[in-house]
Antibody, heavy 121, light 107 residues
Framework: EVQLLESGGGLVQPGGSLRLSCAASGFTFSRYAMSWVRQAPGKGLEWVSL????????DYADSVKGRFTMSRDNSKNTLYLQMDSLRAGDTAVYYC??????????????WGQGILVTVSS | EVVLTQSPATLSLSPGERATLSCRAS??????LAWYQQRPGQAPRLLIYDASNRATGVPARFSGSGSGTDFTLTINSLEPEDFAVYFCQQRSVWPPSFGGGTKVEIK
């Protein structure tokens, strides 16, 4: 059974930093791309970033580009999101999500339970 | 960026009724569309991928259809656990984007 467990959230002041982790189990971690998706309180879902299975390719939403850095340690089956220069608008529940690709497209087939990040003074 | 518009925002129905949810894309996404269910306080769960394929373990009362810019998620005979928020999502055009969601609530 796929399990994804986020940690590292909490309250941080504007301009501060936080690092999220996502511990994965139940699948061959290095074979799958992974994403972070966030959800502001009472709002919809927003894709944040993606990293390839080997860790060499990453991409980011424009809203976080230059401030967030996604990485992974395949030896530890763990995903990371380093968040710097945080703003109030980054307040959200952050989910890590596992990629799966059919013959034609990719989608998020497993999600963690989410971790809350609150940016406030 | 592809904008996905979901309608209605809220659907009020009774258990046993049929729910029809719409997702419209601002440009063609072929059949590269997924649907997710999010129950209160829970993470999203994949229901449908490639517009019409049910994910593993998803009951047969859930079905998806459509292509190009217009998509539909149908839930036949609503069960109590189906009252939730549903999101569509595309990855045909980068970056991935989600619709704003449709809340299916008990009437």
């Amino acid at each position: 059974e796929v399990q994804l467990l986020e940690s590292g959230g909490g309250l941080v002041q504007p301009g501060g930093s936080l690092r999220l982790s996502c511990a994965a189990s139940g699948f061959t971690f290095s074979r799958y791309a992974m994403s972070w998706v966030r959800q502001a309180p009472g709002k919809g879902l927003e894709w944040v970033s993606l990293i390839g299975g080997s860790g060499t390719g990453t991409d980011y939403a424009d809203s976080v580009k230059g401030r967030f850095t996604m990485s992974r340690d395949n030896s530890k089956n763990t995903l990371y999101l380093q968040m710097d220069s945080l703003r109030a608008g980054d307040t959200a529940v952050y989910y890590c999500a596992k990629d799966r690709c059919s013959a034609t497209s990719c989608f998020f087939d497993s999600w963690g339970q989410g971790i809350l990040v609150t940016v406030s003074s | 960026e592809v904008v996905l518009t979901q309608s209605p925002a809220t659907l009020s129905l009774s258990p046993g009724e049929r729910a029809t949810l719409s997702c419209r894309a601002s440009q063609s996404v072929s059949t590269y569309l997924a649907w997710y269910q999010q129950r209160p306080g829970q993470a999203p769960r994949l229901l449908i991928y490639d517009a019409s394929n049910r994910a593993t373990g998803v009951p047969a009362r859930f079905s998806g259809s459509g292509s190009g810019t217009d998509f539909t998620l149908t839930i036949n005979s609503l069960e109590p656990e189906d009252f939730a928020v549903y999101f569509c999502q595309q990855r045909s055009v980068w970056p991935p984007s989600f619709g704003g969601g449709t809340k299916v609530e008990i009437k």
